[in-house]
């Protein structure tokens, strides 16, 4: 990749040496990553999002492989969270078009799933645990439950797969945050999605909690053969499970696996200053980055604030 292609409000041209526009694929031998689709779960051609004069990112095509569990990374204001709102379809490109689930971003929900970031309910809030479950299953239709039962035993079943059985019936207020993102998972995977979307759903977790969290959303893409798109401040609870990152940073981008990617030397082209990358007992340790994401996560993190 040329310096000249890495400077700000340019489009990134993708060195080939390292990825190509749609990235390595996941190997065949890796079970749901392997999985092999006529169309891809998510797919972007020569997208851009810019806001005035600053562009987030440009000429950007990629292609998300069913089964694929792909990171999205970089610092505060660096578009992470604008690139799902891109392809949930509230927020329109510039230029370039996106599809995700077989259809134009926006034109249908089905087959989606959205986790989005950790946010405490007020603790008066009257809702249940399973009421709150059971939003994700028929919550979209108006008027009264016409199949309690069989809506009850899904809401069960999901209460289940994310260990939440046992505070069912506890308003959601009176839940830990931990406690609460597990139901906003089971939320999200009620119907199953072809592609589950996660805006920093490990954000003020605990480790315990980060860990658990980041299994549940793994289990649901081997389960279903499910694409991941993980919105991350930190890769470290999840780099076990991402086949692939996408790294933003002041209007560059790189793609490519962790090992591609989360280097020194990629880094520091990303940010146009040297910036040390080094993995200690498995973790990938970064420094010298010019704000406060460090890719290590730390309890009290606040939330991304992206361009609206």
Request: charged content about 20%.
């Amino acid at each position: 990749m040329s310096q000249e292609s890495l400077t700000p409000h340019a489009p990134a041209r993708l060195d080939l040496s390292v990825m190509t526009a749609a990235g390595p694929q996941p190997a065949a031998s890796q079970g749901p990553r392997g999985s092999r689709e006529t169309a891809p779960a998510v797919r972007l051609r020569g997208a851009s999002l810019a806001f005035g004069d600053r562009t987030l990112w440009s000429g950007l095509d990629l292609d998300i492989q069913p089964g694929e569990f792909f990171a999205v990374l970089g610092p505060n204001g660096s578009g992470k969270t604008s690139f799902l709102k891109a392809l949930l379809g509230v927020l329109p490109l510039s230029s370039g078009t996106v599809e995700i689930a077989g259809h134009p971003a926006g034109q249908r929900g089905e087959g989606i799933g959205y986790i989005p970031q950790q946010r405490a309910f007020a603790p008066d809030t009257p809702l249940r645990a399973r009421d709150l479950v059971g939003l994700g299953i028929d919550g979209h239709r108006w008027g009264f439950r016409l199949r309690r039962r069989a809506v009850d035993a899904q809401v069960d079943d999901l209460l289940g797969r994310v260990g939440a059985r046992e505070y069912a019936k506890v308003p959601v207020g009176q839940l830990s945050g931990g406690e609460q993102q597990r139901l906003r998972v089971a939320q999200a995977i009620a119907d199953s999605p072809r592609v589950l979307l996660c805006d920093e759903p490990l954000l003020s977790l605990d480790l315990n909690h980060q860990q658990a969290v980041s299994q549940l959303i793994d289990d649901q893409r081997r389960a279903n053969d499910a694409a991941v798109v993980f919105v991350t401040h930190e890769i470290n609870p999840i780099l076990d499970y991402v086949d692939r990152v996408l790294y933003l940073a002041d209007g560059r981008f790189r793609i490519g696996s962790p090992s591609e990617v989360m280097t020194t030397e990629v880094l520091s082209a990303l940010y146009g200053g040297r910036v040390e990358v080094s993995r200690v007992n498995g973790r990938i340790v970064v420094v010298g980055l010019p704000d406060a994401t460090t890719h290590y996560h730390l309890p009290g993190d606040h939330h991304d604030t992206e361009p609206a």
